[in-house]
């Protein structure tokens, strides 16, 4: 006699499909895992390295989906105040106080081609940390992440970033950290 197997479907995405927007209504930006572009599996929570976080503190919604608690995604909240088809100039929205042990850090994650991954209604961004000279002396961080978000309608369809703010790392300075 043959044993049956049943299989049950599981979505492992928002099974109402892409989440639909009204004008000026919130839209978070979540901050996944950093880590070394040439070893895509060895990744860290974004904050670990020393980054600073937004003004803004709450959000008024977050609902994990299976998926991503299949694969281990650990979102954090970036602070960061985005409306849905609100034109936002260039914000500060915080500045990391840089001393020895956090210039360390990042010039180790730059030294190893560290990027990074975030999320806009559940689609994927990728940015790199920073770069070196050409010598390998000096290192910068990207400092300005400047998000351009397509839509269609009362929908995102698209989310495109721009690194920019090349800002030499030097201990004992203070780097602001902005957004549009």
């Known amino acids: 006699m043959a044993e049956g197997l049943l299989l049950q479907s599981v979505p492992l995405g928002n099974a109402v499909g892409p989440r639909r927007y009204t004008d000026k209504e919130e839209v978070v930006l979540w901050m996944n895992t950093v880590g070394p572009y040439h070893n895509r599996q060895e990744t860290y929570k974004y904050f670990s ?16 989906t299976l998926g991503e608690a299949l694969q281990g995604v650990e979102l954090e909240f970036s602070g960061l105040d985005i409306k849905f088809k609100e034109e936002v100039m260039q914000t500060t929205y915080c500045e990391i106080e840089l001393d020895k042990a956090k210039r360390e850090a ?5 030294k190893n081609h560290y990027w990074y991954q975030m999320y806009i ?5 990728w940015g790199i940390v920073g770069e070196a000279d050409e010598n ?12 351009e978000i397509g839509y269609n309608g009362n929908r995102i369809v698209d989310v495109n970033l721009t690194s920019e703010g090349k800002v030499k790392l030097v201990p004992n300075t ?3 950290m902005s957004y549009s």
Not at 106 to 110: E, G, L, S
Request: charged letters at 25%; a neutral charge; proline letters at 5%.
């Open 136 to 147: 390998g002396e000096d290192y910068y961080l990207w400092t300005y992440k400047k998000l």
């Open 121 to 125: 209604d559940d689609l994927p961004i």
């Open 49 to 64: 390295l020393p980054f600073c976080v937004g003004t803004k503190k709450t959000i008024s919604h977050y609902h994990e």
């Open 174 to 176: 203070r780097i602001a």
């Open 106 to 110: 990042f010039v180790y994650a730059i």
